[in-house]
């Protein structure tokens, strides 16, 4: 009888054992790469109405074309499709990181590795440095621009008529969700390629005009539609 107790605690080890090695299975990673890429760089009035009736500037606007786009960003992430909104995000980076668009081609913003999952949308803030981190950023060329007193978190630089400079900066933060139109599947069948989307036209334009990012009037409104003009796509 002795011999069967002890024969019995045995297997019942065993078996605890097992169990917690089945429940402490390690989660399978594979590779996740986000490129960001700015579309519609050149807009023109043949589609759009100038902004002179819109904000009263003395020059009408025929063309918009951005030649390079920077956003702050921070706390990049992807949500796991099915979970509440606030729930099982997966951090992809924590930044701050800098989108970049200078042509219509892919920039490679950021590589990391993620449980495997179908994830619905991207996660990312507008972000804008905080007092006391601009002296850390101020040397650094990447962020520069964005390590001023003015702490900007967007600088959007191009040609109006296609021969008159412009430079649009803005502080404005926000907390985007950019949902995919299909669930992107994470597996170890290779990498996921996610694409963030900037588009011009819906920055600088509202109500079929075109917007004059020099005008003060404009400011606002391009500020809202800023918000707006990011999107997700699986690449």
Known sequence: MKTLKLILAAATVIMTISSCMIEGTAPSYSNVSVYSRTYNQYNTSQTFRSATNLAGSDLAIQSIRVTSTRVLISRLML??????????????????????????????????????NQYDAVKFELHRFQPNELSVYAGDTAFSVFATPERYSVVIQGLLNDSIPFAYYTDITANL?????????????????????????????AEGYLLDPRLPANKILIDNQLRTAFRASKL
Do not use: C, K, W
Request: glycine share 6%; aromatic share 6%.
């Open 177 to 205: 969700t950019l949902p995919f139109d299909n669930a992107i599947v994470v597996n170890d069948a290779g990498m996921a390629n996610i694409e963030l989307q900037f588009n011009s036209l819906t920055a600088f334009s």
């Open 79 to 116: 949500h796991v499709e099915g979970q509440p909104d606030a729930e099982d995000n997966r951090l992809v980076i924590a930044g701050p990181i800098v989108l970049r668009g200078y042509d219509s081609s892919p920039s490679l913003l950021a590589r990391a590795q993620l449980t495997t």
